[in-house]
């Protein structure tokens, strides 16, 4: 038996693409939610607003006419790609967007893949068709190739195609028109999205997400497999051979738009949470009855291909800004994360003020770094390092896949800062007459510091992605940062007498009156060595006057040194000191005779 009257659908797609915007309109036409007076209602994240991005999996239910429509909304950075992994197991069918302009990009790939994999029944939205640039012709058969490639099955290169624009809100089968609502969304899902199957079986509800509540506890956030759960049952939770003690349901809510409703019971097919647990149960875990305790295959997620050791802040300024200064406090919030995040590993390491975390990439670091500097934590972070396996006796590293689209006046330095990076040249397009696609193979190692280069090349018009494709042989060495550091030699307050001697010695990070401390990084050396520099100089004071010496002075701008790109940046040698209000770059070693020494 079937539960006709439901569909649980996820909406996927490369970042940036309209995956959010879409879910906003369909609240609203459905007549769900009313999102006229703001957008983006899904991204309820600070984060997420900010960087207008999905970091977090979320879901929502929608009611259109008869019928409950769940939807889950997930990330398109592929560095996020532990959220898609979980969360496509609520559902039978996806919606994938791909933007008619920029068409098929890596985070399309691999978020297809995911799905693909589970045997999900697609939906194709060629999405943001009211672009001057859109072409949709090319778009369409990019999407077709992309499929042949991935599916395993002839039933999943058999897809319908919508034409539309979440922004204008409006969905199509004809791609010439340019109006409408987005009912025939609606349409296409109750049609080829199937129903979720009714299994008589005991009680399995698999959790693909937390939650906590002040007044109920953990909560349990997941999809309804078989049976059926009630208020004031009796319930275990499985996973692998691990039974917990039997707990009572206390709460169970289905989600309607933005809302989560109290329900009495829930059955197979539900998206729902659920409450009654004394500790977190795991993501992953199987809520079964005590008497029939089976735990549901849940799915793998890939390995992190990138780690950093974060630690306790030790710097002078140390205990300034936070609230969260020690070891303890910084374990206890690593192992919170671990909680929800599936993608992340955690590891002690052989001092108790170190621990070594390894994640997806350096936006899946940074995130966390930046949330935890949010929450009034005090760190401090090593650069990025890639992480290695050995394979059959050979050293193996992690590939990315590089798309690039740039001007084509500016070609010819990106090929030639990949090449230096060991990048290979997979394809390469010609969109316009201004315009290139460049696909290139590149080591992850050489990638960090590449971003920032990048937009330095192409004077900001280049466009950037990046996804994990694969582990290969080690490719070689490669030149780290050609430039050395500014580190200050004194303990004092900046000053611009001092800076402005300092400015033709290379570009500052810092302006007059910031503290500083001996060992704190205050600029690039314009060489590539290390110089001691004191920055908190100040001019002495004489009763004559001479000419030219009491001008004005004129500082260049500091350059600014955001976290992401602070890890770009730094070198082995050099620390990140991440506090609520500031973010400082140092030497691991702050003495200068103590570096010289090591």
Excluded at 11 to 16: F, P, S
Excluded at 257 to 282: C, K, M, Q, W, Y
């Amino acid at each position: 038996m079937k539960r006709s009257n439901i569909r649980n659908i996820a909406i996927i797609a490369h970042v940036d693409h309209g995956k959010t915007t879409l879910v906003d309109q369909l609240l609203t036409q459905s007549g769900t939610l009313d999102t006229s007076s703001s957008d983006r209602v899904m991204d309820s994240n600070d984060l997420e607003r900010e960087r207008g991005i999905t970091i977090l999996a979320k879901n929502t239910g929608i009611t259109y006419k008869d019928y409950t429509i769940n939807i889950v909304d997930t990330p398109g950075h592929t560095d996020f790609g532990g959220e898609v992994e979980r969360t496509l197991q609520m559902v039978e069918g996806f919606l994938l967007l791909v933007d008619a302009a920029e068409g098929v990009l890596p985070g399309t790939r691999f978020v297809l893949q995911k799905a693909l994999e589970l045997g999900l029944q697609p939906i194709v939205l060629i999405n943001k068709i009211d672009r001057k640039d859109a072409d949709i012709a090319r778009t369409e058969e990019a999407v077709h190739e992309l499929f042949f490639d991935l599916a395993s099955s002839d039933d999943q290169v058999n897809f319908p195609i919508l034409y539309g624009s979440g922004r204008l809100g409006f969905a199509n089968t004809d791609p010439s028109k340019m109006e409408g609502t987005m009912d025939p969304i609606f349409q296409a899902i109750l049609t080829h999205v199937p129903a979720p199957e009714m299994h008589a079986s005991p009680l399995q509800m698999l959790t693909t997400n937390i939650d906590y509540s002040d007044f109920l506890g953990p909560i349990a956030i997941g999809r309804m497999f078989s049976g059926t759960i009630r208020v004031g049952q009796q319930i275990v939770c499985c996973k692998d051979a691990v039974v917990s003690a039997p707990t009572k349901v206390t709460k169970i809510f289905k989600f309607i738009g933005l809302n989560r409703v109290e329900a009495e019971s829930a059955e197979s097919g539900d998206i729902i949470a659920v409450t009654g647990f004394d500790d977190f149960p795991a993501i992953g875990t199987t809520l079964c009855t005590p008497d029939n305790p089976k735990p549901r295959p849940y799915i793998t997620v890939d390995e992190p291909t990138l780690s950093m050791y974060f630690m306790v802040n030790d710097s002078p300024f140390n205990g300034q800004d936070g609230q969260f200064l020690t070891s303890r406090q910084l374990k206890t919030r690593l192992e919170k994360e671990l909680k929800t995040n599936v993608a992340l590993r955690v590891e002690p390491t052989d001092s108790p003020d170190a621990f070594k975390v390894s994640g997806r990439g350096q936006l899946h670091l940074g995130v966390l770094v930046e949330t935890m500097r949010r929450e009034g934590f005090e760190l401090q972070v090593s650069a990025p390092q890639v992480i290695f396996k050995k394979i059959d006796g050979e050293q193996y590293e992690p590939i990315e896949l590089v798309v690039i689209d740039v001007p084509s006046e500016y070609q010819g330095a990106v090929m030639e800062n990949l090449g230096r990076r060991k990048g290979h040249m997979k394809n390469m397009v010609t969109f316009s007459d201004d315009r290139m696609r460049l696909e290139y193979e590149v080591p992850s190692r050489t990638l960090i510091g590449f971003r920032s280069q990048f937009l330095t090349d192409t004077r900001g018009t280049g466009l950037l992605n990046v996804s994990f494709l694969n582990y290969q042989p080690y490719k070689g060495d490669v030149p780290a940062r050609t430039k050395g550091s500014l580190v200050s030699m004194e303990n004092g307050t900046a000053t611009a007498y001092a800076l402005d001697a300092l400015q033709p010695r290379g570009v500052l990070f810092i302006e007059p009156t910031d503290k500083i401390y001996e060992g704190m990084i205050v600029g690039e050396h314009s060489r590539d060595n290390d110089l001691t520099v004191n920055p908190c100089k100040e001019k002495k004071l004489t009763n004559m006057r001479a000419s030219g010496t009491d001008d004005a002075v004129k500082l260049a701008p500091p350059r600014p040194m955001k976290l992401e790109r602070c890890m770009e940046w730094i070198r082995p040698d050099e620390l990140i000191e991440v506090t609520p209000l500031h973010i400082r770059l140092r030497k691991r070693v702050l003495r200068e005779s103590m570096r010289k020494k090591s």
